[in-house]
């Protein structure tokens, strides 16, 4: 008998509410796992910082993620949550083929917050600095993602890119998406 399983793939800027969402959805929908490359990067940084590189792409860090991508697709029947910024187009693509080729259905969660909101947020947060290397403050990343997204470098998933695509533009949605993933879930096909 055929099991249904889902990918959920988070896409948004830094503090856009994507970690807390996937935290939400893993309670609302059984058998599901969070993969978030945030919480490696603190393994990393808390055990074995003198692995991580000091330049260029942070190859462990993605090894890591692979691994557990990987086991959870090949050696279980849960439900996936890639809970990321999955910004650019191009990777999220490769992801998304890579899932669809083992049959998962895909769901695409594109966190569109007002930067202002934002910008408050960091304002007000209290995340651990650990889990970015390239930039020394939060402000800094966000800097980094508005002008990617200015200069057309990093382009919104579109309709047709997943099986469902879902747009958050304020916190105000989220139940309502979360209620939709697990009409999905819970669907026979």
């Given at each position: 008998?055929?099991?249904?399983?889902?990918?959920?793939?988070?896409?948004?800027?830094?503090?856009?509410?994507?970690?807390?969402?996937?935290?939400?959805?893993?309670?609302?929908?059984s058998n599901?796992?969070?993969?978030?490359?945030?919480?490696?990067?603190?393994?990393?940084?808390?055990?074995?910082?003198?692995?991580?590189?000091?330049?260029?792409?942070?190859?462990?860090?993605?090894?890591?993620?692979?691994?557990?991508?990987?086991?959870?697709?090949?050696?279980?029947?849960?439900?996936?949550?890639?809970?990321?910024?999955?910004?650019?187009?191009?990777?999220?693509?490769?992801?998304?083929?890579?899932?669809?080729?083992?049959?998962?259905?895909?769901?695409?969660?594109?966190?569109?917050?007002?930067?202002?909101?934002?910008?408050?947020?960091?304002?007000?947060?209290?995340?651990?600095?650990?889990?970015?290397?390239?930039?020394?403050?939060?402000?800094?990343?966000?800097?980094?993602?508005?002008?990617?997204?200015?200069?057309g470098d990093?382009?919104?998933?579109?309709?047709?890119?997943?099986?469902?695509?879902?747009?958050?533009?304020?916190?105000?949605?989220?139940?309502?998406?979360?209620?939709?993933?697990?009409?999905?879930?819970?669907?026979?096909?």
């Amino acid at each position: 008998m055929f099991m249904k399983r889902l990918l959920i793939m988070t896409v948004g800027k830094t503090h856009s509410g994507k970690t807390t969402f996937a935290k939400e959805l893993e309670k609302k929908i059984s058998n599901t796992v969070v993969i978030d490359q945030d919480n490696h990067a603190e393994f990393l940084h808390s055990y074995y910082q003198a692995l991580i590189p000091k330049q260029g792409p942070n190859l462990i860090k993605y090894a890591i993620t692979r691994t557990i991508v990987d086991y959870a697709i090949n050696e279980t029947d849960c439900h996936i949550i890639r809970c990321n910024s999955n910004r650019n187009g191009k990777d999220r693509l490769k992801w998304l083929s890579h899932y669809h080729k083992k049959g998962f259905i895909s769901i695409l969660v594109n966190f569109n917050i007002p930067e202002h909101i934002l910008k408050e947020r960091i304002a007000n947060s209290k995340r651990n600095m650990n889990i970015i290397r390239a930039f020394s403050t939060f402000e800094e990343v966000l800097v980094q993602q508005i002008e990617e997204s200015n200069n057309g470098d990093i382009m919104p998933p579109t309709k047709g890119e997943a099986n469902h695509l879902f747009t958050i533009n304020n916190s105000s949605e989220v139940d309502y998406v979360i209620e939709k993933i697990r009409d999905i879930a819970q669907s026979p096909t």
